[in-house]
């Protein structure tokens, strides 16, 4: 079992930034890739970035240029850099990951974004 928490949310200004953090710990070994959703009120949960260990990214087409996602494999965390927020990217943002052996999903518990105009 692999274990997601991730921090980092909150309120900021539309045009303002936040970093959201997720930390995996358990069997770190059954996991390669790691990224975040989100899900927007009344909304279906929607791909934000995923990241490799090997560091490839990719990114959803309307968050390119303005998320960064990052990682550090030491500490086994997965960071998301938000810049340039609009009121639209208010969501609870999760973080996710897939059992190589399993092809099971793990999720973190989510962290709420809130953008206000």
């Known amino acids: 079992q692999v274990q997601l928490v991730e921090s980092g949310g909150g309120l900021v200004q539309a045009g303002g930034s936040l970093r959201l953090s997720c930390r995996a710990s358990?069997?770190?070994?059954?996991?390669?890739?790691m990224g975040w959703y989100r899900q927007a009120p009344g909304k279906q949960r929607e791909f934000v970035a995923i990241i490799t260990t090997a560091g490839t990214t990719n990114y959803a087409d309307s968050m390119k240029g303005r998320f960064t996602i990052s990682r550090d494999n030491a500490k086994n965390t997965v960071y998301l850099q938000m810049n340039s927020l609009k009121p639209e990217d208010t969501a609870v943002y999760y973080c996710?990951?897939?059992?190589?052996?399993?092809?099971?999903?793990?999720w973190g518990q989510g962290t709420q974004v809130t953008v206000s105009a």
């Open positions: 996710n990951s897939r059992d190589i052996y399993l092809y099971t999903d793990y």
């Open positions: 358990g069997s770190i070994a059954r996991i390669d890739a």
